[in-house]
């Protein structure tokens, strides 16, 4: 795997050197660990220019899933730095005016990871240094994954969905949403998750559908809709999955229209996952039946999102979205109303952006998306 990292160092090198960049300084915990392979809170990573990098780490790190700290491996130096260093980022800033040598080099930073106050004082640890901003070039690179990202992902996505189907067998009147979401968090490191991939949400009753809503201590009852937002975290990556249920024996008239609505918006936005379509032409195709339907005021902002390290990255599918889908791309399509004091309906999956050629969108969340009376 060490030259699965090597690798992608030197695209971000060569894309920043060929920018007319030198030595670049990443930050942000999520694309450090991208870029190496540790994830360890508070470490820094310097891309040199003469190809030999730096992983600068606290001390006494805590890495994630590993027995040892970092050490040294191949063009990779990795530096445990002591308890008297407070600032990783400024410990690199001065590793790199070093290795300038005489007159003014440039630097490049993660700006928008950076307050205004580190940033300060980088600028004061290295004052012959230019620095400038690296931009978001690293989540840029994160966009398409690699096949070795592909595989965690489903497996993520496996043990997502054996959670949730497990939960579907058990008793469910009378158990609380937190309840609930205990449990499916439970499940999920049974499964073999290192954890969940963001905080599970149950809604039951009022708070079915509601986006983002906080299991409570509302029961589940005959007759409501319950909907249930989870996924597992793997190796790192991070999956997501939404359903609504019905509790009873059946759905009601009115349920049964919302969900039906719902699914046909949510399977047009799957099938416009194809290699060259717009951002905001997936939202279009999954936000449409439900704005003809006269729901329009009840939408969320976005349909859906990448996966990978993070539960919500690049790229964002909305109506004002810009940019067009490649190839090996997992986003979520997630559409979703929420009807105030009665309910709503969600469905949401993971998919991985496939052409025609190869059968179109890969699924990866694969339990029922039909209206279940439990």
């Known amino acids: 795997m060490s030259e699965v990292y090597v690798a992608r160092r030197s695209r971000l090198r060569d894309r920043w050197t060929a920018e007319g960049g030198e030595a670049a300084l990443v930050s942000r915990s999520v694309n450090v660990r991208y870029l190496t392979g540790w994830s360890v809170p508070g470490a820094v990573l310097l891309l040199g220019a003469d190809g030999r990098d730096t992983l600068l780490s606290p001390a006494a790190p805590t890495t994630d899933g590993r027995t040892e700290p970092p050490r040294t491996?191949?063009?990779l130096r990795c530096t445990v730095l002591p308890g008297d260093v407070p600032d990783p980022a400024v410990a690199a800033a001065g590793l790199a005016a070093a290795a300038a040598g005489p007159g003014t080099a440039v630097l490049a930073v993660e700006e928008h990871d950076l307050t205004v106050a580190r940033h300060r004082a980088l600028a004061?640890?290295?004052p012959r240094l230019r620095l400038t901003d690296l931009g978001r070039a690293v989540e840029q690179q994160r966009l398409v994954k690699d096949e070795e990202e592909l595989a965690a992902l489903r497996v993520a996505a496996e043990i997502t969905d054996h959670a949730l189907g497990e939960l579907l067998e058990?008793?469910?009147?009378?158990?609380?949403?937190?309840h609930l979401a205990?449990?499916?968090e439970r499940r999920l490191m049974d499964h073999g998750a290192d954890g969940p991939a963001f905080p599970t949400c149950v809604g039951t009753g009022r708070n079915s559908g509601l986006p983002g809503h906080r299991p409570g201590d509302r029961r589940v009852e005959e007759g409501d809709f319950l909907?249930?937002?989870?996924?597992?975290?793997?190796r790192g990556y991070r999956c997501q999955i939404g359903r609504t249920?019905?509790?009873g024996p059946a759905p009601a008239d009115w349920q049964i229209e919302l969900y039906e609505l719902v699914f046909a918006a949510q399977r047009a936005g799957r099938e416009a996952l194809l290699p060259g379509t717009e951002y905001?032409?997936?939202?279009?195709?999954?936000r449409h039946p439900l704005e003809a339907a006269g729901y329009g005021d009840l939408l969320e902002p976005g349909t859906g999102h990448g996966v990978g390290l993070e539960i919500g990255e690049d790229p964002r599918l909305s109506p004002a979205a810009m940019g067009k889908l490649d190839a090996c791309v997992p986003v979520t399509v997630e559409p979703g109303v929420h009807l105030p004091g009665r309910?709503?309906?969600?469905?949401?999956?993971?998919?991985?952006?496939?052409p025609q050629a190869d059968g179109g969108p890969e699924l990866l969340t694969i339990t029922t998306k039909e209206l279940l009376a439990l």
């Not at 058990?170 to 937190?178: C, F, P």
């Not at 249930?228 to 975290?233: K, Q, W």
């Open 343 to 354: 309910g709503g309906v969600r469905i949401d999956d993971t998919l991985v952006v496939r």
């Open 245 to 247: 249920f019905v509790i």
């Open 280 to 286: 905001r032409e997936v939202d279009r195709a999954a």
């Open 170 to 178: 058990s008793i469910l009147v009378g158990r609380t949403e937190r």
């Open 124 to 126: 004061a640890a290295a």
């Open 73 to 75: 491996t191949g063009d």
């Open 227 to 234: 909907s249930v937002r989870l996924g597992a975290r793997y």
């Open 182 to 184: 205990l449990e499916l």
